[in-house]
C-alpha cells in the first residue's frame, strides 16, 4: 500500500529558529495536507495543498507540494514555545476523503 | 460550534470484553471517519462513511471490528472481544469538503 516517509522523525531547536521537514511518497497524490497535534488532542489541519508545484502560507507555516506530487515540505519561521507538538503530513488521490498519514516529525523546542 | 465529540475519553477494559466507542460529528458534515492510532503504526483509516453509509472498510483490521452510523449525528465502534492489541487511541473525524475535523480521541487499554 502507500506510504509516506516523513523527516526527520524529532526535532529539538532553539526558539526563534525554523524548522523545516518533508514527506516523500512512493505514489501520486492529488492533495497534500500537514496536521499539527498536541498531547492528548486529536491533530488539527494546519494547510492543504492540492495542485502540483502550489506554495501557501498559514501565517509562520509555509508549505509546498512538490511538482512530482510525491513530495511535501513544512517550513515554520521564528519558532515558539507552543509549536511543541507532532507534525503529520497526509496525502489523498481523491478529493481528501481517504487520507494516508505520514510517520510524524517530533517538534520539542528550547527556550 | 460543537466539534466532533467522542466517549468515553478514556476506557480500560480486560481481555475479551465488548467495548463500544461512540462519536457525534459535526452538525452538517456528510463524511464520517475512524481512525486508530499506534506508536507502531502510526494514525491508520479504519472506515468511513458518507451519508450514513459506510464506502470504505478496508482498514478494519478483522471481524472483531465493527462500525455502524444509524443516523447522520452518531456512530460507533465496537470490539468484540477486545485483545490486549487492541490498546491504542482511537480517533473519530468528520468533514464537509475538504478538511477532515478530528475529535479528541478516546484511549483504549486493554489488559
Known amino acids: 500500500g502507500q506510504q509516506l516517509n516523513q523527516s526527520p522523525q524529532s526535532m529539538f531547536i532553539q526558539e526563534g529558529e525554523d524548522v523545516s521537514m518533508n514527506c516523500t511518497s512512493s505514489?501520486?497524490?492529488?492533495?497534500w495536507l500537514w496536521y499539527k497535534q498536541d498531547p492528548g488532542e486529536g491533530p488539527v489541519l494546519l494547510i492543504a495543498?492540492?495542485?502540483?508545484?502550489e506554495l501557501t502560507s498559514n501565517g509562520r507555516l509555509t508549505a509546498q507540494f512538490g511538482i512530482t506530487r510525491k513530495d511535501s515540505f513544512l517550513n515554520i519561521s521564528a519558532s515558539i514555545p507552543s509549536d511543541v507538538g507532532i507534525y503529520f503530513c497526509?496525502?489523498?488521490?481523491?478529493?481528501?476523503?481517504?487520507?494516508?498519514f505520514g510517520t510524524g516529525t517530533r517538534l520539542q523546542v528550547m527556550l | 460550534d460543537a466539534g466532533v465529540i467522542q466517549s468515553p475519553r478514556h476506557e480500560v477494559t480486560e481481555m475479551g470484553q465488548e467495548v463500544t466507542l461512540r462519536c457525534k460529528p459535526i452538525s452538517g458534515h456528510d463524511y464520517l471517519f475512524w481512525y486508530r492510532q499506534t506508536m507502531m503504526r502510526g494514525l491508520e483509516l479504519l472506515i468511513y462513511f458518507n451519508n450514513n453509509v459506510p464506502i470504505d472498510d478496508s482498514g478494519m483490521p478483522e471481524d472483531r471490528f465493527s462500525a455502524k452510523m444509524p443516523n447522520a449525528s452518531f456512530s460507533t465502534l465496537k470490539i468484540q472481544p477486545s485483545e490486549p492489541r487492541d490498546s491504542a487511541v482511537y480517533f473519530c473525524a468528520s468533514k464537509r469538503g475538504n478538511e477532515q475535523f478530528f475529535g479528541p480521541g478516546t484511549r483504549l487499554t486493554v489488559l
Open positions: 497526509a496525502g489523498s488521490t481523491g478529493t481528501a476523503s481517504k487520507l494516508t
Open positions: 495543498l492540492y495542485k502540483a508545484g
Open positions: 505514489s501520486i497524490f492529488n492533495t
